[in-house]
């Protein structure tokens, strides 16, 4: 096997895995079962991932890196601080039971069994806050944001987006995508001393 045969190998197991790993979860979906979806031997997934452990973490990782190529996007951009903070609150607001959020949810609960996992969910998670946190920082610089100190709001911000994602996502209809899009609004205007109405 070439090492660009093998990568390209590599990048289809791993959107294979992320797929089998929405459809069964983290915590049933087997090396078999990847194997089996992409027409491989179980042997290739055990050579590309020594352990099933190491399969699932890097399948997370994977699919998590495309939302956070997103957000690096934003923050990198030339916009404006208010505008940087419209578009990472639409990223991040929870979309019901998309594939991003119910490997999140997922991610998280296999996190406390999971060492391997729950390192990579924690890095790619503190990369939201430590994104965030850069745009509150800057708004605050130029004036356009009120805030005493950026790193507690970011936290405060994602925690509500975070928790209303899992009701969201996990009780389709106990409440609307609108009102917790409403409701985060809400929240972030306080934090920031803005109108909810700035931040649509």
């Known amino acids: 096997m070439t090492r660009r045969s093998a990568e390209v190998?590599?990048?289809?197991?791993?959107?294979?895995?992320?797929?089998?790993?929405?459809?069964?979860?983290l915590a049933n979906t087997r090396t078999a079962d990847v194997a089996r979806a992409a027409g491989?031997?179980?042997?290739?997934?055990?050579?590309?991932?020594?352990?099933k452990e190491r399969l699932l973490a890097q399948a997370f990782s994977y699919?998590?890196?495309?939302?956070?190529?997103?957000?690096d996007a934003v923050v990198h951009s030339t916009?404006?601080?208010?505008?940087?903070?419209?578009?990472?609150l639409r990223l991040y607001?929870?979309?019901g039971r998309s594939q991003s959020w119910?490997?999140?949810?997922?991610?998280?609960?296999?996190?406390?069994?999971?060492?391997?996992?729950?390192?990579?969910?924690?890095?790619?998670d503190?990369?939201?806050?430590?994104?965030?946190?850069?745009?509150i920082s800057a708004g605050c610089h130029d004036g356009t944001f009120t805030c005493d100190d950026a790193p507690g709001a970011a936290w405060r911000i994602n925690a509500l987006i975070d928790g209303l994602a899992v009701q969201v996502a996990v009780h389709e209809r106990v409440i609307s995508r609108r009102l917790a899009?409403?409701?985060?609004?809400?929240?972030?205007?306080?934090?920031?001393?803005?109108?909810?109405?700035?931040?649509?």
């Open 40 to 51: 491989v031997s179980q042997a290739l997934v055990f050579y590309h991932f020594s352990t």
């Open 181 to 200: 899009a409403e409701w985060v609004r809400l929240t972030t205007a306080r934090e920031l001393s803005l109108t909810p109405e700035q931040l649509i």
């Open 102 to 124: 119910s490997m999140w949810i997922d991610g998280w609960s296999e996190s406390l069994r999971a060492p391997e996992l729950e390192k990579v969910c924690r890095r790619l």
């Open 9 to 25: 190998r590599l990048d289809s197991l791993l959107r294979t895995a992320c797929d089998v790993i929405v459809e069964r979860g």
């Open 126 to 135: 503190l990369r939201w806050k430590e994104a965030l946190t850069e745009v």
């Open 93 to 95: 607001a929870p979309t």
């Open 63 to 71: 699919a998590a890196e495309q939302d956070l190529s997103r957000l």
């Open 79 to 88: 916009a404006a601080p208010l505008e940087k903070l419209r578009k990472i």
